[in-house]
């Protein structure tokens, strides 16, 4: 199996514990609040790898480079907005639901990937983006 399929679906499954424990800790809190505390946690925990791999000194370098610090930006401004907006969803839907509508991300991950990127899309891939938003949409159907 490929690395990036290993990772990718190790992913997928912190993403639906993500879910799971998000709805169970938002038992009367604010949604907002409970995703700054978890971004907060996150960033140590991140900080906490780059300690053990030895690589706290590369973020003056990656801070350095204008381009990629630009994209990092946006980048985390539309995932702490994503985390927000998931977050919300959860507190007054339904997992079963929320997460599948969630990962519509991927139909529009592969569309943004095609139209800026410049990436090929088979014939397959394309009846499985077609399946993937077809299903995030009959699971959203009370």
């Known amino acids: 199996m490929a690395s990036w399929l290993i990772y990718a679906l190790l992913s997928a499954v912190m993403a639906a514990l993500v879910a799971i424990f998000g709805k169970l800790g938002l038992a009367g809190v604010d949604a907002n609040t409970a995703t700054a505390m978890r971004s907060v946690i996150m960033a140590l925990f991140l900080v906490g790898v780059l300690v053990y ?27 702490a907005l994503s985390w927000l907006f998931y977050f919300v969803a959860l507190k007054y839907g339904n997992v079963s639901q929320v997460g599948p509508v969630d990962k519509l991300s991927v139909v529009i991950a592969v569309i943004l990937s095609v139209i800026f990127l410049g990436e090929k899309l088979s014939l397959l891939n394309a009846a499985g983006v077609v399946m993937i938003a077809a299903g995030a949409l009959l699971v959203a159907i009370k």
Do not use: C, D, H, R
Request: cysteine-free; charged content about 15%.
């Open 53 to 79: 791999e030895g690589k706290l000194g590369q973020i003056a370098t990656v801070a350095a480079n204008k381009k990629a610090m630009s994209f990092i930006l946006l980048s985390g401004v539309a995932g």
